[in-house]
Every structure is written in structure tokens, then in C-alpha cells.
């Protein structure tokens, strides 16, 4: 992945973020960069991720990681959204290098 394509990965995985807003933190007027911080760690992580079940464990972990495991919540409400940033990460992953 070239530095713009890996420029347009990282801003579709924003969009999905902040669309989903897991921690309610857009909702309440956060910046729409308040979850680039995961975003970054999404993103590498994402791409090595063979499933959704796995993709729903790497974000559930990484909210817990950035935040705390009582504020992340259950792993299943990050369902939706994992489920959408392993599809945008799969599709990036297909394209050639």
C-alpha cells in the first residue's frame, strides 16, 4: 500500500469510527481525530486479521487497552463496527502492492 492509498485506508477507518462512536465520546462534541490514537493501532492490526471473529477481538482489545475495560464495555457491542473495519481492511489488503 502506497502512502496515499495507506492515507484513504486510515480515513475510512476514521469514518467508520466516528460513525460508530463505541465510547460516545463524538456524540458528545470530542474532535473527530479522538479516536485516531486506536485508529493506528487498528489499522496494522486489522490487516493481519484472518475473520471477523478475530477482528471483533483485536478492537474489543484495543478499547480496553486505551481506555479500560469497564468503560470498552463487552466485547459484543463492538460488533457492527468490527465487523465494517475488517471489511474495509480486507478489501485494502486485496489490493495489489
Known amino acids: 500500500m502506497d502512502n ?20 460516545q465520546l463524538i456524540d458528545k462534541g470530542a474532535p473527530e481525530h479522538e479516536y485516531d490514537s486506536e ?15 478475530e477482528a ?6 484495543v ?3 486505551w481506555f479500560d475495560p469497564q468503560i470498552a464495555g463487552p466485547r459484543e457491542t463492538y460488533r457492527d463496527l468490527a465487523d465494517e ?5 480486507q478489501r485494502w489488503k ?4
Do not use: G, K, M, W
Open 4 to 23: 496515499l492509498q495507506h492515507r484513504v485506508y486510515l480515513t475510512e477507518l476514521r469514518e467508520a469510527l466516528n460513525r460508530h462512536d463505541p465510547i
Open 39 to 53: 485508529r493506528s493501532v487498528l489499522a496494522a492490526r486489522l490487516l493481519h486479521s484472518h475473520t471477523a471473529e
Open 56 to 61: 471483533l477481538a483485536v478492537v474489543h482489545d
Open 63 to 65: 478499547f480496553c487497552e
Open 85 to 89: 473495519l475488517f471489511t474495509i481492511a
Open 94 to 97: 486485496a489490493l495489489p502492492s
